[in-house]
């Protein structure tokens, strides 16, 4: 209902924060806002947070982009991950943690403004270095929403295609190589909980659509950050308009 979203559509951008903010008050949870100003409008990050009962200082941030690309409702990139993020929110809202878990949802992690100092997340990971807050893991929900049987759903770009399968009905988790031993972690404990297929990938940083989100912006900072997507990240040229 709310469509395209970013600094060109604000008015429907604060729409979406706004949903995203009464989403998570009505959780229980006390919403706190970072914002900053793009072009003479503002734009906002939202935090929940659990605090730790026995480490709160080592902080977990569980983050999705809510702004979409341009021409796009967004549907899968990234209503979907920000989807799941409202819904781990819920399910912790009410529930002790040894360390301090934070929902996050970023703005502007699109184009014209990814990768640049405005990017939501780019802003938020800044301010959390700047801190001397210690983010044991950055947790980045982008694009879960494609499901597919079908042999031959999943066309991925060379080298990838070589790593994963060609039927599109699993979630993956991929960081670079430096994060490798966090990847193993989240697929071992993830299979054990969860009856649905997955896949890890601890790659080079340098191969296309690896650091294509939000995740990248905790690196630049030093924090360990890992991807969950349905790969459809990997899937460009075609991926905003088959994706979407």
Known sequence: QIG??????????????DYIRTTL??????????????????????EAEVRGSRRPDEIIVIGAHYDSV?????????????????????TFAKTQSARTLRFVAFTNE???????????SRVYAHRSRERGETVALMLRLETIGY??????????L???????????????????????FLVRQLVGSFRRQAQ?????????GLIPGIGWSD???FWKEGFPAVMVTDTALFRYPAYHSNAD
């Not at 009505?26 to 990050?45: D, L, P």
């Not at 079908?150 to 991925?156: A, M, R, Y």
């Not at 649905?196 to 080079?204: M, R, T």
């Open 70 to 90: 341009q021409g796009s409702p967004g549907a899968n990139d990234n209503a979907s991950g920000v989807a799941a993020m409202l819904a781990l929110a819920r």
């Open 215 to 217: 995740h990248w912006a």
């Open 196 to 204: 649905f297929p997955s896949e890890g990938g601890a790659l080079w």
């Open 158 to 180: 060379f080298p990838l295609n070589l790593i994963y399968p060609s039927t599109g009905n699993f979630i993956a988790f991929v960081s670079n190589v430096e994060n490798g």
């Open 4 to 17: 395209e979203r970013n600094v060109f559509c604000h008015d429907k951008l604060v729409m979406a924060a």
């Open 147 to 156: 499901y597919s049987d079908e042999p031959g759903s999943q066309h991925l």
């Open 110 to 120: 699109e184009p014209p403004l990814f990768q640049t100092s405005y990017m939501g």
């Open 25 to 46: 008050a009505g959780a229980g949870y006390e919403v706190k806002r970072q914002t900053y100003e793009v072009g003479g409008k503002i734009c906002e990050n939202i």
